[in-house]
């Protein structure tokens, strides 16, 4: 076996750089599909031990790169002092990359015990480590290497049926067919099975992608229209809180709303928090938000936090309320994946820790996903970071939503990449489930995503507006709305075999 060299540490590094470099704002989607073959350069040949530490100085390089905001939210957002913030930001970035430095590591136990050379091992367990990553500890699905795909139009309409992780899946096969070509270059030989495998994968996806947006786009067109209109308020995070603050804040949200309202809309929408007080209880501003709808003609759907009494105890909600024409509620839901230590503390009743920021505060998580109720149709809403949660979202379209609607507070982020990030990952929760979005923000970035996942009419970011757009309304589910991630389960199933293959292999050498 082959020592830990410099060179090895370069070509990890390099992993690390060209993930970043994937990813939004730099947008070079095409490096995705070489990120890794330094990394596999790396790792050739290495101990477990040194493979492990060569994942993991990938990943760190990565997530620091891709989630370097985290301490924007958390210092300058959170009033939490710096070197605290930083200590924040390692804890999580060391935390994910452990999932890469377990890729390495399970690749090299499984070549080395097995002797297998196949690219097929590296796709199956890059992409159930994925998988693991989504729920494991609550879950943080950010920055799938799928996700670096989104403008690549025609190979990511594969996630109606496989998620997001055929996507990374494809992504990792062909990184593992071009290290196998280089490496066998040196050989003279050429490795024209695996490359086969590869190319005809490739293009089954591309021709299903270029076949489905067609097809998409001429089913949409032929469904019920609805018009909405998004108001981005814009409220500084400093100050939203500040109860003095709070009629003007309404102002402002009341001058948008009667802005789109001269287009006739059926549904108007404000971001996450929108009324940043107890809207239930809060009888002077009140009569300004029920009169909006009033005025307008249109469904009014906000957030806002809410709370409940029950059995002597006050639970506090991240909500989403929807006021009818008339200025009747006619429908609430209770966000249900909240943030851990930003929206509650995981063991709060146990440990004596606050949350990250102002403004938030240790809220109850909803107990069931619930579909609003327009004439026209059926939607469901997805607060802030529960957009990235693939399987949540299909739940809300499984049982009946014919849209979704995301509203958002990405004030938290600044002027990072973040809010690009998080726009982006829901352009896959459109393809998935082939409905449009409609996404809210309070500073931005709002924007419509129709069901192949372009972004339309987008918005800017810091900037007060208001803007509307036709969606259409469809009623087939896809195979992935239906059964969920299969794909995933079936790479997670093999993953485990060859592992414990390899294990029991191990036992009977000895």
């Keep these: 076996m082959e020592t830990m060299k410099k060179k090895d540490l370069l070509f990890s590094l390099l992993s690390g750089i060209l993930l970043i470099l994937s990813f939004p704002n730099f947008d070079l989607e095409f490096l995705a599909w070489v990120a890794l073959v330094p990394l596999f350069y790396a790792v050739e040949g290495q101990e477990l031990w040194n493979s492990f530490k060569l994942g993991f100085l990938t990943g760190l390089v990565s997530f620091l790169g891709i989630l370097y905001w985290i301490i924007v939210a958390v210092h300058t957002y959170g009033n939490i002092s710096l070197i605290p913030s930083g200590l924040i930001l390692l804890l999580l970035i060391g935390y994910l990359s452990l999932f890469i430095g377990a890729f390495t590591l399970l690749y090299r136990f499984i070549q080395i015990r097995l002797g297998l050379q196949t690219i097929l091992l590296a796709p199956l367990l890059w992409a159930s480590l994925e998988y693991l990553r989504s729920f494991l500890l609550t879950g943080f699905p950010w920055a799938n290497l ?9 190979f990511i309409q594969m996630a109606d049926i496989t998620g997001v992780y055929g996507l990374s899946f494809v992504i990792l096969l062909m990184n593992a067919s071009l290290h196998m070509v280089l490496l066998q270059w040196s050989k003279r030989t050429f490795p024209l099975r695996e490359v086969a495998i590869t190319i005809l994968l490739l293009l089954g996806f591309l021709v299903y992608g270029y076949l489905r947006i067609g097809a998409v786009d001429r089913q949409m067109s032929q469904n019920s229209p609805l018009k909405i209109s998004l108001v981005q308020g814009n409220i500084d995070q400093a100050i939203k809180w500040d109860e003095s603050f709070q009629k003007e804040t309404m102002k402002i949200y009341e001058k948008l709303s009667l802005k789109v309202a001269e287009g006739k809309p059926d549904l108007i929408i404000w971001p996450e928090t929108a009324t940043p007080f107890f809207f239930q209880e809060a009888k002077e501003h009140q009569p300004l938000v029920l009169g909006i709808p009033k005025q307008t003609g249109a469904f009014l759907l906000f957030g806002t936090p809410s709370y409940k009494i029950e059995r002597g105890k006050v639970h506090h909600y991240n909500s989403a309320l929807m006021l009818s024409p008339a ?108 409905v449009f979005i409609a996404r809210s923000a309070n500073t931005g970035i709002s924007a419509f995503i129709d069901p192949v996942g372009r972004i339309m009419n987008q918005g800017g970011i810091f900037t007060e507006e208001a803007m509307s757009g036709t969606i259409r309304l469809p009623n087939k589910k896809t195979f992935y709305t239906l059964y969920g991630d299969v794909f995933a389960w079936i790479c997670s199933a093999f993953s485990m075999a060859l592992l414990g293959y390899a294990l029991i292999q191990n036992r009977r050498k000895r």
């Design 327 to 434: 200025g009747e509620l006619v429908g609430k839901y209770d966000k249900i994946h909240l943030v851990p230590y930003g929206e509650y503390v995981p063991l709060g009743e146990y440990l004596s820790l606050g949350s990250l920021g102002e403004g938030i505060g240790n809220f109850k998580s909803g107990k069931e996903t619930f579909n609003f109720t327009l004439p026209q149709g059926k939607f469901g809403v997805l607060i802030c970071f529960e957009i990235i949660f693939p399987d949540l979202c299909r739940r809300f379209v499984k049982n009946g939503a014919n849209f979704l609607v995301t509203i958002t507070n990405d004030a938290w982020f600044g002027r990072t990449s973040a809010p690009y990030q998080h726009l982006t990952i829901a352009t896959f929760r459109a393809i998935e489930n082939r």
């Design 146 to 154: 799928g996700y670096s795909q989104y403008l690549n139009l025609p």
